[in-house]
């Protein structure tokens, strides 16, 4: 089970913290991917962590703003998303991939998923 939370509203320029709270696996067994889909839109690769070799991907809409971490202590992703902009506005996912290598991130390659929290930046 992957349960999101830390979502709501910001303003431009503003922080949140997303987290994905894991349980009945660990870390150590999948990737962990987070997308996003905003209305009338795709669903979207985000960010992933591989339990593989610890790789991390980006997309590029958020490279150098978003920073996936992880804490095995508390089996929790994180999704810390700075300088946020408007059309950073989506509903956010956390899923696992049984793979362990988290990309491509693309939805069809991941297996479980959470249930999406919004996230909603103000302009």
């Known amino acids: 089970q992957l349960v999101e939370s830390g979502g709501g509203l910001a303003q431009t320029g503003g922080s949140l913290r997303l987290s994905c709270a894991i349980s009945?696996?660990?870390?150590?067994?999948?990737?962990i991917g987070w997308f996003r889909q905003a209305p009338g839109k795709e669903r979207e690769g985000v960010s992933s962590i591989s339990n593989r070799d610890g790789s991390r991907y980006y997309a590029d809409s958020v490279k150098g703003r978003f920073t996936i971490s992880y804490d095995n202590a508390k089996n929790t992703v994180y999704l810390q998303m700075n300088r946020l902009k408007p059309e950073d506005t989506a509903i956010y996912y956390c899923?696992?991939?049984?793979?362990?290598?988290?990309?491509?991130?693309?939805?069809?390659?991941?297996?479980?998923w959470g249930q999406g929290i919004q996230v909603t930046v103000s302009a």
């Open positions: 009945g696996f660990t870390l150590d067994d999948y990737a």
């Open positions: 899923a696992a991939d049984i793979t362990g290598w988290g990309t491509p991130v693309l939805a069809h390659r991941y297996d479980y």
